[in-house]
C-alpha cells in the first residue's frame, strides 16, 4: 500500500494534469470557433467551383488536348496521396484515423498493382508514414501548428503538385483530410483533384435539356485560369476542414482528459484518507494495548 507521503504526490501530480488539460481544452474552444467559421464559409465556394468544372469537363469530354488538370494523363499507374494530419498530438484519434485510412488505400492500390507516392502534409502524418513507409515519401509540407491558414499556403502547395504533375511524376491525386461535422465528429474523407472527378450521371449530358457552354475567352484560356485556382482552392477547404476537426477534436479529448482526471483525484483522495484513517486506528491501537501491558 502506498503511504501518505506517495498518496499526496500522485494527488498534486494530478491535479497540476487537470489544470494543463482544463487550460488546454479552453484554448482548444476558442480556436475551434475561428476555424469553424472559416471552413464553414469556404465550404460552398469550394463545393460550387469543383461542380462547376466538373459539368464544365463533362461538356468537354472527347475532345483533344484538354488541360491535363482536367483529364488527366490518360493512365492510372501512379498515385499520388496527400495526408493531412496535424502538427501536434493530443487530438484523440484525429490523426490515427488519417493515418489508419492513408494505409489502408495505400496497401488497396499496391494489391491492385499502382505505384503510390505521399506528400504528408503535417508532422504527425509524416512521422508515422516514415516509419511504414518511408520509401514512398517524395516530400512533405509542415502543417499550420494551430494558427490561421493562409491561402498562400494552400496556393504553393498546389504550385507544387501541379509542377510534379507536369513532369509526369504521377497520374492521380487524392487528398486524404478530416472533414468537420461537429465538435464530436471528424469523418475522414478522400477526394480525387487530379483528374477532376466528374459528375455521376453521365446520361445527363445526353439530355437535350443539358447546358451548353460557351467560352469567354476562349476554352483553352479560360481552364487554363480556372483549374490551377480551383486546385488551390479544393486545398485551402480542405486545410480548413482538417484545421477545425483538429481544434474540435482536441477540445474533446482534453474534455475527457479533464473528466478522467476529476476521477483519479477523487478515488486517490478516498484512498488518502482510508489511509490515513487506518493509521490513526493503528496508533490508537499501539497506544491502548502500550497502557494495557503496563
Known amino acids: 500500500m502506498a503511504s501518505l507521503k506517495e498518496l499526496r504526490a500522485r ?69 499520388l496521396l496527400v495526408p493531412m494530419t496535424s502538427d501536434r498530438g493530443l487530438a ?24 503510390v507516392r505521399l506528400l504528408p502534409v503535417g508532422r504527425k502524418g509524416h512521422d508515422y508514414l516514415i516509419r511504414e513507409f518511408a520509401d514512398l515519401i517524395v516530400d512533405h509540407v509542415h502543417g499550420s501548428g494551430g494558427r490561421e491558414i493562409p491561402f498562400s499556403a494552400a496556393a504553393e502547395l498546389g504550385e507544387a503538385i501541379t509542377s510534379r504533375l507536369e513532369k509526369g511524376e504521377f497520374d492521380v491525386c487524392t487528398v486524404i483530410y478530416n472533414r468537420f461535422n461537429n465538435v464530436m465528429s471528424q469523418t475522414p474523407t478522400e477526394l480525387q483533384l487530379v483528374p477532376l472527378a466528374m459528375p455521376g450521371n453521365d446520361d445527363a449530358a445526353a439530355a437535350p435539356d443539358a447546358p451548353v457552354y460557351e467560352f469567354e ?36 479529448a482534453m474534455d475527457s482528459a479533464t473528466r478522467n482526471a476529476g476521477k483519479a483525484i477523487d478515488r ?27
Not at 486546385?231 to 484545421?243: K, R
Request: charged content about 20%.
Open 92 to 115: 484523440g484519434a484525429f490523426n490515427a484515423n488519417i493515418n489508419r485510412v492513408t494505409r489502408n488505400l495505400i496497401r488497396r492500390l499496391q494489391a491492385e498493382g499502382k505505384t
Open 11 to 79: 494527488i498534486g501530480s494530478v491535479k497540476s494534469t487537470k489544470k494543463i488539460t482544463s487550460a488546454m481544452k479552453m484554448v482548444a474552444a476558442a480556436k475551434l470557433r475561428r476555424a469553424q467559421t472559416r471552413a464553414e464559409a469556404a465550404r460552398p465556394y469550394a463545393t460550387a467551383m469543383r461542380r462547376m468544372l466538373a459539368e464544365l469537363g463533362r461538356s468537354a469530354k472527347g475532345q483533344t488536348g484538354l488541360p491535363v488538370l482536367l483529364a488527366g494523363t490518360g493512365n492510372d499507374k501512379v498515385h
Open 268 to 294: 486517490l483522495t478516498l484512498t488518502y484518507n482510508r489511509t490515513r484513517q487506518t493509521n490513526i486506528t493503528n496508533e490508537l491501537i499501539e497506544i491502548i494495548s502500550g497502557a494495557q501491558a503496563v
Open 217 to 252: 475567352p476562349g476554352e483553352e484560356e479560360l481552364l487554363s485560369r480556372l483549374l490551377p485556382r480551383n486546385l488551390q482552392v479544393q486545398l485551402y477547404a480542405t486545410m480548413l476542414e482538417s484545421a477545425a476537426g483538429e481544434q474540435g477534436a482536441r477540445m474533446t
